[in-house]
């Protein structure tokens, strides 16, 4: 199995930025898809983005597209969410998975390996 750990969270402003970064210990990530998640109080967690093994495909949840971008490097074992102007309703901890699939899915039963997350707030 593979560890992650998610780090670059924080509080911010609406408007600014952060990147969130996916570190992986043990199995390499290649060869399967990766994703972000998020979990807001009282909400059930959503796939926020994935992205293939590659790197080539990705997927945004509409409520993220063009402010977002996912990325990740294989050779150093790494995933990064790029969230710009982020807005209140961004404020959630967010996790990085890997899919035990060879494609992505919004089902976290889907996703083998789990970070603890990463607290994301966002004040208005």
């Known amino acids: 199995q593979v560890q992650l750990v998610e780090s670059g969270g924080g509080l911010v402003q609406a408007g600014d930025s952060l990147r969130l970064s996916c570190a992986a210990s043990?199995?390499?990530?290649?060869?399967?898809?990766m994703g972000w998640f998020r979990q807001a109080p009282g909400k059930e967690r959503e796939l926020v983005a994935a992205i293939s093994w590659s790197g080539g495909a990705t997927y945004y949840v509409d409520s993220v597209r063009d402010r977002f971008t996912i990325s990740r490097d294989n050779a150093k074992n790494m995933m990064y969410l790029q969230m710009n102007s982020l807005k209140p309703e961004n404020t959630a901890v967010y996790y990085c998975?890997?899919?035990?699939?060879?494609?992505?899915?919004?089902?976290?039963?889907?996703?083998?390996?789990w970070g603890q997350g990463t607290q994301v707030t966002v004040s208005s």
């Open positions: 043990g199995r390499t990530l290649s060869s399967k898809p």
């Open positions: 998975a890997r899919s035990r699939l060879y494609g992505w899915s919004r089902n976290t039963g889907d996703y083998d390996s």
